[in-house]
């Protein structure tokens, strides 16, 4: 079986050149008359077709018999005898010598295999010119097709008709079937599954406009496993007549096997596996689809972000985050059914997609269990680590033209979440909108304030409580707002933190603090006054900490003394064990450090035991209780005992009247700060308390 096209203008496929560019003759006899000679034949034996060809070739054959044999079964050719035929399967193997157009005899040798042409008998005949070695090479095979046609590296099937005429090796590895059992059966009966027998009617409506066709589509084996198999089909062409077609089969599984990971991945979140933005969008715009048809059918869309999670992030590396991140993506699959949809947006953004839920309350049951579960501690590499989870929710209604107007407003809520104190979930309404996007605009604003340099930082004077003497300045970052005036901390830091523009302006305080407070002590040589810097959980978790002191320290002459870090206890809290390795560095290279609000959250006894610090600062809401009595004035008094057995100085924020700097006085507080004494004052006024030209109180 050959597939030929004898149209040389036409050689631009494989089943096309196929036997054009074999290195030997082949002819294909019919009749006595040959009906296809390939370029070779017609270029050696001196024709430009197969009209011609056979009056030129059967000048120099003998014999009564088609083509090239004589009848008794010898081939002779101009006067010479040949070497008797030899039969294999069918096939009749000869030796003999053709005329060629230039006059020259050529020894060939070659073979000869029946075929059927248009329903009658027809010769296939393969001539090569004798070469040592060639009886070699096809000896023991059982044809010459056969061998070519086993050759090709893709599974081969010649068929009339959907009837097969002949399939190659790779076609019987790939299905399983050998040559007796494909020969006569239909190809669709024996490879084609159920359900797919309607591809071949498509293929072979292709072929006739196109002359080739191309599927990508599953093919069956003899055991029953269905194969991804690209497959390509043409027709086969014999003296220019269409006689059957040719159909090439390409294993693709591991084609398949890549582009279903490609399509994964593109899908999905290579960290957690969890579906990513772009499928999460595509399920809620399919549900809200559904909702236009069922009205009645209720759904909530969840908006998660985690809380402290940059600090881990900061504080441990991006190894510990991602680990954490992966057992807080098991905790949330716990909470859900399996008809939900989770998905990671990115960072520590999760989105959730609670389907056919009864009411709102479904929704607020499901934040509560993702807030229980989320909250609890997670080890993380040896570490105890907590993290909490804000969770913003929006309802899903007919009322929404898009899935992404349902995700602003469960962020909007989100944002109200994390406002309003995080580790706590808000439902999305209408007065929402206005103070998320209020505080959207506030955070562009302080983006605008950082490029333009509008952040101060003001000084508040720290004393001792017993003679007067200025101890310290704390240095306080005040905005110039350009439309609201100068803001307080506690109107933008909480932004700052959550956007992390808090590393930026942290690192300005610190200069400009440090590099004030050098020029002060240059005017005044003597005076050794101490400076007071914040750092909020955030700037105290990044681990090139370190790295930013000594460099401010570098770069203002600072001695490093003079400088004492205030942390708060929520800094600590997160990571105790690298909070100590962070406190004992600073406290190398001679930084000291505070802890800030202490008695206003829950100090572990373990961890204030080990930390490095030098100081206890009483939070101001405990200041205010003062004068206490009964179970306030006996917590005061322990935070004062706890001072002294661990050999700290104590320090107490916001004194606003005398008989709270009395009571202070009586528990044995060494310094203090707040409005009764002096309040934030910008650099300028500030300078006045260095020279001692001021007191504020009395003291004794």
Avoid at 310 to 315: A, I, L
Wanted: hydrophobic content about 40%; proline content about 4%; aromatic content about 6%.
């Amino acid at each position: 079986m050959v597939i030929v096209n004898t149209n040389t203008s036409e050689m631009d496929t494989p089943e096309q050149t196929l036997l054009e560019v074999l290195p030997c003759y082949v002819l294909i006899q019919q009749g006595g008359e040959f009906v296809y000679a390939n370029r070779k034949a017609r270029l050696a034996l001196g024709s430009g077709n197969t009209a011609g060809l056979s009056v030129a070739v059967n000048k120099v054959m003998t014999g009564g018999y088609p083509g090239l044999l004589a009848e008794d079964g010898t081939c002779a050719a101009a006067g010479h005898a040949s070497m008797p035929l030899d039969h294999t399967d069918g096939v009749i193997q000869f030796e003999s010598i053709l005329m060629a157009k230039d006059g020259r005899p050529r020894n060939v040798a070659g073979c000869m295999q029946e075929l059927l042409f248009h329903g009658t008998q027809a010769h296939l005949v393969l001539v090569v010119e004798r070469s040592g070695g060639f009886q070699e090479q096809i000896s023991g095979h059982a044809t010459f097709l056969e061998e070519l046609l086993d050759s090709a590296p893709e599974a081969l099937a010649i068929v009339h008709k959907l009837r097969i005429l002949h399939v190659n090796h790779e076609f019987s590895r790939l299905f399983g079937y050998s040559l007796e059992d494909c020969i006569g059966n239909n190809l669709d009966e024996l490879v084609v599954p159920q359900g797919r027998t309607h591809e071949s009617e498509i293929l072979l409506n292709a072929v006739a406009q196109n002359e080739r066709a191309y599927m990508e589509t599953v093919r069956q084996t003899k055991d029953g496993e269905l194969v991804d198999v690209s497959v390509l089909m043409a027709p086969v062409r014999i003296g220019g007549d269409e006689v059957g077609h040719f159909v090439t089969y390409r294993d693709i599984r591991q084609q398949k096997q890549v582009e279903a990971r490609l399509q994964h991945s593109a899908l999905h979140d290579p960290l957690t596996g969890l579906a990513n933005r772009v499928l999460f969008m595509d399920r809620l715009e399919l549900t809200m689809t559904r909702l236009v048809r069922r009205p009645d059918r209720n759904f909530a869309l969840l908006f998660l972000d985690l809380d402290h999670f940059k600090q881990v992030n900061d504080t441990l590396g991006h190894a510990s985050g991602d680990a954490l991140l992966l057992k807080v993506t098991s905790r949330l699959q716990a909470c859900l059914r399996p008809q939900d949809t989770i998905a990671r947006f990115g960072g520590d953004e999760f989105a959730i997609l609670l389907d056919e839920i009864a009411s709102a309350s479904d929704a607020v049951r499901v934040a509560e269990r993702i807030q229980h579960a989320v909250r609890q501690p997670v080890d993380i590499y040896g570490h105890e680590v907590f993290v909490s989870a804000s969770i913003g929710i929006a309802l899903g209604s007919v009322d929404y033209a898009s899935a992404e107007q349902l995700m602003r407003d469960a962020d909007f809520a989100m944002y109200r979440a994390k406002a309003n104190g995080k580790a706590r979930h808000e439902i999305f309404d209408n007065s929402m909108h206005a103070r998320v996007t209020a505080q959207k605009r506030m955070t562009q604003y302080l983006r605008d304030g950082l490029e333009l340099d509008q952040f101060e930082v003001w000084y508040q004077p720290v004393f001792h409580l017993r003679t007067g003497a200025l101890e310290s300045m704390e240095a306080l970052m005040r905005w110039k707002h350009p439309e609201r005036g100068y803001l307080a901390p506690n109107e933008f830091m909480q932004l700052a933190e959550d956007t992390g523009m808090i590393l930026q302006l942290g690192a300005i305080v610190m200069e400009k603090a440090c590099r004030q407070m050098q020029l002060w002590l240059a005017e005044r040589p003597g005076h050794r006054i101490g400076i007071n810097v914040n750092l909020s959980p955030r700037e105290f978790g990044q681990p090139n900490l370190l790295h930013t002191v000594t460099e401010v320290l570098a770069m203002t002459q600072l001695d490093p003394g003079l400088l004492r870090l205030e942390i708060t206890e929520s800094s600590v809290s997160v990571d105790p064990d690298a909070a100590v390795i962070h406190l004992q560095r600073l406290s190398d290279i001679g930084v000291g450090v505070s802890l800030d609000n202490f008695g206003a959250g829950m100090a572990s006894m373990n961890y204030l035991m080990r930390l490095p610090i030098q100081l206890l600062k009483l939070d101001r809401r405990l200041t205010a209780f003062l004068p206490a009595k009964g179970r306030q004035g006996a917590m005061i008094e322990t935070i004062f005992g706890l001072g002294r057995a661990l050999q700290v100085r104590m320090q107490a924020d916001g004194i606003e009247n005398e008989m709270q700097l009395k009571e202070l006085k009586r528990y044995g507080c060494e310094l203090g700060q707040g409005m009764l004494l002096a309040g934030p004052l910008p650099a300028a006024d500030a300078a006045v308390f260095l020279d001692g030209n001021c007191r504020p109180v009395p003291m004794s």
